[in-house]
C-alpha cells in the first residue's frame, strides 16, 4: 500500500454527504432543501475530481490509504483505500449525484427534506463500498444504502411502490446474509477483516467453494444476474427519476465490484471452477435481456431490461478471466452508468410533460422538442455501442477477450448487440418521428436550461470516453494485471493444474 495521505479524501467524501444531510434537517423549506443538495453534492464531486489527477496509474497499490483502530477486540479496523477500480466507480458516484439532484428538482414535490437526506446518506454509503479495504466496514457500507434506496421505491415511487420496495428489499437483504456469512468464514481463517489480508491465501479447494458460492449468490442478486432479476425491473419502473439513475448507475455495479474485490483474488480455485457457469449465464442475460426490452411497450421497463443484457457483458468480461475482458468489464460498468443512467433522465422527462411511460403515447414528440430528441438520438446510440460511443470501447474489449477465451462463447454473445441495436433504434425512431398518426404534441415545450445542464456532462462523458478512453484504461490497467497474478498465485497446490 502507499502511505496514509495527510489529508483524508476519502473519509471526507464519506462523511461530507452526512453533514450535509445533518444540515439539510434544519432548513425550513423546498427550496432550500433542493438547492442545498445541489449545493453540497456538487463541492463533493468536485472535491473528488483530485483524486482522478493525483492517482498513480503505474501501480496496483491501493492509494489514499487510512487506517484507524475500530473494533480491536474483533480485529476490525476503520481502514480505505481505493485501486484503479475503485477509483473509476467512486468517482462515477460523485459525479451522478448531483445530476440525480437536478432531474429531481420538479419530479419531487412532497416531504423534499427527507428525499434528499436519503439521497446523500445514499452517496456517503455507496463512496464506502468502493473504498472500504476491512471486511466489516465494506459490510455496514453495503447494508447502509438498502435503508435509504427502499425509502425512495416506498415512499416517493409510482402506483406499485410498496411491493418494489419490499421485493428490492426482500432480495438484498437475502443476499447480505450469504455476504456476511462468507466474511466471518475468512476471518476465522486468516485473523482479522483486512481485504487485502485475505487475499493471496492458500485456502483450500472446499473452503473456496463454499465461500465463492455464497460471494455469488450476494452479488449475483445485486448485479442482477439472470435468474437473480426479477426484483429490477419492478424497483426501476416504480422507482422516481433520481432513484432509478442512480440504482441503474451506481448500485448495479456494487455486485460486480464484489466480483472483482472478493472472488477472483480470494478464491480463485472456485472462480475458475464455476466460471464457465457464470460465462453461460452471462449469455443468457445478455440475450434474455435484449429480447424482453424489444417487447416492452413501457419506456422505462425497456430501459430496464436492457440493464440486463448490459450488465450481462459486465460479468462475461469478468470471468473470462484475461486483461482484455476485466478491463472491458471495468469499462462497461462506467459506460452503464453514464448512458442508462442518462436514458432513465429522457424518460423522466417525457413523463414530466406527457405522465405516460408509453411508447406509443410518446410517439413523434421530436417535432416539438427537436433538442431533447438530439440528447436521446446520442445515448441510445451509445446504448447499442455505435463506434465513438462510449459503450463501444467496453463491449468491443469484452468481446475480445471473450473471443480470446472461447469463440463459441463470443458467437453466442454477439446476437446481443444486434439485438440492442433493434431495441434502442425502435424507441428512437418512435419517440422522434413516430408513424403518420401520432398523438398531438403541439403543447409540448423543449427541454428548459435545467433539464440540458443535468443531460450534458453525460453526453460528454459518453464521447470522451468513446473517442479517447485511454486515460481510464490506464489508471485500471496495473490493477487488473495484478488480479489476474494474484488470483492465479494463490491456486492451491492441487488446483494448480486445473485447465
Not at 483450500?204 to 460471494?215: K, L, N, R, S, Y
Not at 427519476?241 to 455486485?255: D, Q
Request: proline share 6%.
Amino acid at each position: 500500500m502507499t502511505p496514509t495521505t495527510s489529508l483524508p479524501m476519502l473519509s471526507l467524501l464519506i462523511f461530507g454527504p452526512l453533514a450535509a444531510a445533518a444540515v439539510a434537517v434544519l432548513l425550513p423549506n423546498d427550496r432550500l432543501q433542493r438547492w442545498w443538495a445541489l449545493i453540497s453534492t456538487s463541492a463533493i464531486a468536485a472535491f473528488s475530481l483530485p483524486l482522478f489527477w493525483r492517482f498513480n496509474p503505474d501501480t496496483a497499490a491501493f492509494q489514499f490509504t487510512e487506517h484507524a483502530s475500530w473494533i480491536p477486540w474483533l480485529k476490525a479496523d476503520y481502514a480505505l483505500g481505493i485501486d484503479g477500480i475503485s477509483l473509476l466507480l467512486v468517482l462515477l458516484t460523485t459525479l451522478i449525484t448531483p445530476l440525480c439532484v437536478l432531474a429531481s428538482w420538479r419530479y419531487i414535490t412532497t416531504r423534499v427534506k427527507e428525499f434528499m437526506i436519503c439521497f446523500l446518506i445514499m452517496e456517503a454509503a455507496m463512496v464506502g463500498v468502493f473504498s472500504a479495504l476491512d471486511a466489516i466496514l465494506f459490510f455496514v457500507f453495503w447494508e447502509s444504502m438498502l435503508i435509504p434506496m427502499t425509502l425512495l421505491i416506498g415512499v416517493w415511487g409510482g402506483p406499485r411502490r410498496i411491493y418494489a420496495s419490499i421485493k428490492f428489499f426482500i432480495y438484498t437483504m437475502s443476499g447480505s446474509v450469504f455476504l456476511i456469512v462468507a466474511l466471518i468464514a475468512l476471518r476465522i481463517q486468516t485473523g482479522s477483516f483486512s481485504i487485502p489480508g485475505m487475499m493471496g491465501q492458500p485456502y483450500t479447494p472446499d473452503f473456496q467453494i463454499w465461500v465463492f458460492a455464497a460471494f455469488f449468490i450476494s452479488f449475483a442478486i445485486k448485479v442482477p444476474m439472470f435468474p437473480f432479476h426479477t426484483w429490477l425491473p419492478a424497483a426501476h419502473v416504480e422507482a422516481p427519476t433520481a432513484g432509478s439513475v442512480i440504482l441503474a448507475s451506481v448500485l448495479l455495479k456494487m455486485g460486480t465490484y464484489g466480483f472483482l474485490r472478493f472472488c477472483l483474488p480470494i478464491t480463485p480455485y472456485a472462480t475458475r471452477l464455476f466460471a464457465p457457469y457464470i460465462l453461460g449465464l452471462s449469455v443468457i442475460a445478455i440475450l434474455y435481456g435484449g429480447l424482453t426490452a424489444l417487447a416492452q411497450s413501457d419506456l422505462k421497463k425497456l430501459v430496464a431490461y436492457s440493464s440486463v443484457g448490459h450488465m450481462g457483458f459486465a460479468t462475461l468480461g469478468i470471468f473470462v478471466l484475461n486483461a482484455h475482458g476485466i478491463e472491458g468489464a471495468t469499462l462497461v460498468m462506467i459506460n452503464h452508468g453514464v448512458t442508462t443512467g442518462a436514458l432513465f433522465i429522457c424518460v423522466g422527462i417525457i413523463y414530466e410533460r406527457l405522465h405516460t411511460r408509453d411508447l406509443s403515447e410518446a410517439a413523434g414528440i421530436g417535432k416539438y422538442m427537436p433538442i431533447f430528441s438530439g440528447f436521446l438520438g446520442v445515448f441510445c446510440l451509445s446504448s447499442l455501442a455505435f463506434p465513438g460511443t462510449n459503450s463501444f470501447i467496453g463491449e468491443f474489449l469484452v468481446l475480445a477477450g471473450s473471443f480470446g477465451h472461447s469463440k463459441v462463447l463470443t458467437a453466442c454473445a454477439v446476437p446481443g448487440v444486434v439485438i440492442a441495436a433493434a431495441y434502442m433504434l425502435r424507441m428512437l425512431q418512435k419517440v422522434a418521428w413516430g408513424g403518420t398518426r401520432n398523438p398531438d404534441h403541439a403543447g409540448l415545450t423543449d427541454i428548459d436550461f435545467r433539464e440540458i445542464v443535468t443531460l450534458t456532462p453525460l453526453l460528454v462523458f459518453v464521447f470522451w470516453i468513446g473517442l479517447h478512453p485511454q486515460p481510464f484504461v490506464r489508471v485500471m490497467h496495473p490493477t487488473v494485471l495484478h488480479l489476474i497474478e494474484q488470483a492465479g498465485a494463490a491456486l492451491p497446490p492441487a488446483a494448480a493444474a486445473l485447465p
